[in-house]
């Protein structure tokens, strides 16, 4: 269990950030959003305005004008909406899409895409009144408070700024002619929404590292948590060593039970020792039944002994089998030779044993092993 208490210095971990997002707990800027919508429409109606603009004066032109063939036309009126419809929605569909556009890259820019059901549903904690209080007098509340102040500074003095730069311009509207004028001041009125927008975007700029580093510094970590997280995840290393040594001690039995039905054990003499069975009816070849080092290969001389299993030694052919095959595989087709005399003279020796061959030659002492399996 974790040390609430502990000082939290480490950085999250990937688990601990991943079961936040989970959560809804991600890196998150409102006034990044913000700013991206209000640039956004500001570019959608420098873009579409004028045209949305012209459809709304031909139409309003268009409906205020009486037209006597319009009185007894029953089918005027749906005529009117289907030309309303042909003008007015393309350049609307324009600006909702770069809008629409423009508020998911500035609320995925920061953290990312993400969707949780657990942040989406209901929570107690929410409703708790103290919860709100300290919600409200916290020092996130009072970071928040901080940057309303500066966004309606830094809004009510680039708007005196923008004001006073187009302040002639917006008052020569009234002197020029239709449409221009309309043209004039959707210009005018778009570059001043826009200036507006980009001076929140002076806030998103701040905000954004800000609320990076604010996410992070919720989720740190202490060191016993840390622990913890990868005990939980890992597994406990005691037990998993518990496993381990039971798992060992498992197949070095099975290995041993093998030891008895050998044909040969080939030794270093005293630090390996390689157990070979040779079924012609299951293997083409020898497999290794049981092999070891040091006090494993002692315990399979002493099996070996004990139940009459031929020892024969051979350093060079132990090293090279110890090395170059696994247990329960059958030997590289490399040493096919060398094996093969092993056991030629194994089966000699027992022939004689049992009066039924002569004494059979010494095994060579250098059997032909390639160059490149030799250890």
């Known amino acids: 269990m974790a040390d609430d208490s502990a000082e939290k210095t480490e950085q999250p971990t990937a688990k601990k950030l991943e079961d936040a997002a989970k959560k809804g707990q991600i890196a998150r800027s409102k006034d990044m959003g913000t700013a991206f919508v209000l640039i956004g429409s500001a570019v959608a109606i420098l873009v579409f305005g004028k045209m949305l603009a012209m459809a709304i004066l031909d139409i309003g032109q268009r409906m205020l004008r009486l037209n006597p063939k319009d009185i007894f036309e029953t089918n005027s009126m749906f005529t009117a909406w289907g030309d309303v419809g042909m003008h007015v929605v393309p350049p609307l569909a324009g600006m ?82 239709e449409p221009n004028n309309i043209e004039s001041a959707l210009y005018f009125l778009a570059w001043l929404f826009l200036g507006l927008c980009a001076s929140v975007s002076v806030i998103a700029v701040v905000d954004a590292p800000y609320q990076k580093w604010n996410h992070v510094k919720q989720l740190k970590m202490s060191l016993q948590e840390i622990k913890d997280e990868y005990k939980n995840s890992e597994g406990d290393p005691q037990i998993k060593a518990r496993i381990r040594r039971t798992q060992m001690q498992m197949s070095m039995k099975r290995m041993m039970q093998e030891v008895p039905k050998a044909d040969v054990i080939v030794t270093n003499p005293t630090h390996y020792a390689i157990a070979l069975k040779y079924d012609q009816g299951k293997f083409r070849a020898p497999v290794v039944v049981a092999k070891g080092v040091d006090e494993v290969a002692m315990h399979i001389r002493k099996i070996a002994n004990e139940h009459k299993v031929p020892v024969i030694e051979s350093p060079a052919l132990a090293r090279s089998i110890y090395y170059t095959t696994k247990l329960d595989h059958p030997i590289p087709e490399q040493l096919f030779s060398a094996v093969a005399q092993v056991l030629a003279y194994v089966y000699q020796l027992k022939m004689y044993k049992k009066g039924k061959g002569s004494r059979p030659k010494t095994l060579a002492k250098e059997l032909p092993i390639p160059e490149g399996y030799r250890h």
């Open 96 to 177: 909702f899409l770069i809008i629409l556009v423009a508020a998911f890259v500035g609320n995925t820019l920061l953290g990312g895409f993400n969707f949780s059901w657990e942040a989406a549903g209901p929570k107690a904690s929410k409703m708790n009144p103290l919860n709100g209080f300290k919600r409200m007098f916290g020092l996130q509340a009072l970071v928040e408070l901080l940057k309303s102040i500066l966004k309606v500074l830094v809004v009510v003095g680039i708007a005196y700024l923008l004001l006073k730069m187009f302040f002639f311009d917006i008052m020569a509207l009234s002197l020029m002619s």
